[in-house]
C-alpha cells in the first residue's frame, strides 16, 4: 500500500518525516537499515531522484548513516537530539 503524499508540501520532506518518524516509534531500532533509495521510490511511488534528497536530508540531520555499499542505517533516534545532558 502506498502512503498518501500531501503534493501541496515538498515530497521529500514528507518521505523523510516519514522514516524520522519510524525511527521515533522504533520500528526502525538504532542501526537498522533504512529503506534504500529504490525501495523508497517504490514504495511512495516517487522518483529516485526525491527519494535521494530525502534520505539526503535524513543524513545531514545526523539521523542516518551511509555505509557506501551496505546502505543507510539508523545513527541515533530524534528524541536524542532534544534530552538535556545528565
Not at 503534493?7 to 537498522?32: H, K, L, N
Not at 516517487?46 to 534520505?55: C, D, P
Not at 545531514?60 to 546502505?71: F, K, Q, T, Y
Amino acid at each position: 500500500m502506498t502512503p498518501e503524499l500531501d503534493r501541496t508540501r515538498p515530497v521529500w520532506r514528507q518521505v523523510a518525516e516519514a522514516i524520522t518518524a519510524r525511527i521515533t516509534s522504533g520500528e526502525y531500532p538504532m542501526g537498522a537499515r533504512v529503506p534504500s533509495v529504490v525501495e523508497l521510490s517504490t514504495e511512495f511511488g516517487i522518483a529516485t531522484s526525491t527519494a535521494q534528497k530525502a534520505l539526503a536530508h535524513l543524513k545531514s540531520e545526523g539521523l542516518v548513516r551511509a555505509e557506501v555499499g551496505l546502505g543507510s542505517f539508523v545513527a541515533k533516534r530524534p528524541a536524542e537530539e532534544t534530552e538535556p545532558p545528565a
